[in-house]
């Protein structure tokens, strides 16, 4: 056959072809994968950023940083969380300007009126590795006191189903992928008692973080892989409600042997933390536990360097 009369390629011909576009494909995904990965930590980075900024606002407007959650006591009314009163100044005034002002009780997280408040996700609040449902039904408290407790691992939470030892439903509300650091400390144990950044009842002021600004941790990244976070606040009897708003450096983070209040992510090697002078770092998963320790406490009196 001639050159000029052939019309179509061979079979061998196509095969090559799609074996070259074959592995190309196997070149170039896991190099894509990687790009997404880092575009989403870097946006990650720069919601914690974010709540950088607003936490300096609100001290330098209120003269300190808001409590972990207000409440008359640890697990009472109403438990407004800490990234409730940012919501000001993350340029959120008309969702803040939904809650209502009068209490008891109209000011209770739970009150029909704070139902948009408390179902409104919040994209600063959230980590776009976190692939969750952005929002999620609170349960009550079980007869165990809301499930697993201190120092026991708490199995995940599957969808919008009750996570184990909970109670009846109660509302839905917006996950959140940022705790406030309360510290070593076991937060059921001693809730007003934190040894970091942020309490029940905390409004702790930067002269007050004795190891300095830049060797304080005071928020990082909650995945939801064992349990959904919360931003709106404790609420009063519900599962988990205080480990919800803060979270402690019990362990290091991503560690295997998680629990429900450590810090953890969905990135590799890490999770991103801010410093109370309002850096950002990404603390890797294999840090040395007591160098761990010393950064989420704001008093310990340890000499602590960031590599």
């Known amino acids: 056959m001639s050159p000029a009369s052939r019309k179509a390629i061979t079979l061998i011909e196509l095969l090559v072809v799609i074996g070259i576009i074959g592995v190309l494909i196997a070149l170039l995904l896991p190099a894509i994968q990687a790009a997404r990965g880092a575009a989403r930590r870097l946006q990650c980075q720069n919601n914690v950023r974010q709540l950088g900024i607003a936490l300096h606002g609100h001290h330098s407007a209120m003269r300190s940083l808001p409590s972990g959650w207000e409440a008359d006591s640890p697990r009472g009314e109403p438990g407004w969380g800490w990234a409730t009163y940012l919501l000001p100044y993350l340029e959120q005034q008309n969702l803040a300007a939904s809650m209502t002002d009068a209490w008891p009780p109209g000011r209770a997280i739970g009150h029909p009126n704070n139902r948009r408040l408390r179902e409104t996700p919040v994209g600063t609040y959230l980590c776009p590795s976190d692939s969750a449902p952005k929002i999620f039904t609170l349960h009550q408290r079980g007869d165990g006191g809301g499930g697993a407790g201190p120092g026991q691992s708490a199995a995940a939470q599957v969808g919008n189903g009750p996570p184990p030892g909970a109670g009846p439903p109660m509302f839905r509300v917006a996950r959140a ?14 809730p007003s008692f934190g040894d970091g950044a942020f309490y029940h009842n905390s409004r702790l002021r930067f002269a007050s973080i004795r190891d300095g600004l830049s060797n304080t ?55 991103n933390f801010l410093l109370a002078d309002g850096s950002v770092r990404m603390i890797g998963d294999e840090i040395s536990l007591p160098v761990y320790q010393a950064l989420v406490t ?10």
């Not at 599962?239 to 969905?266: K, T």
């Open 177 to 190: 992928n940022y705790a406030g650091v309360f510290g070593r400390n076991v937060i059921e144990n001693q």
């Open 217 to 271: 941790v005071i928020v990082g990244e909650r995945s939801s892989r064992l349990g959904f976070p919360a931003w709106i606040g404790s609420v009063p009897g519900a599962h988990r409600s205080m480990a919800r708003v803060v979270a402690r450096g019990g362990r290091v983070p991503n560690d295997v042997l998680g629990e429900f209040d450590d810090f953890s992510s969905y990135h590799p090697f890490g999770a």
């Open 298 to 307: 704001r008093s310990g009196g340890e000499t602590v360097t960031l590599p």
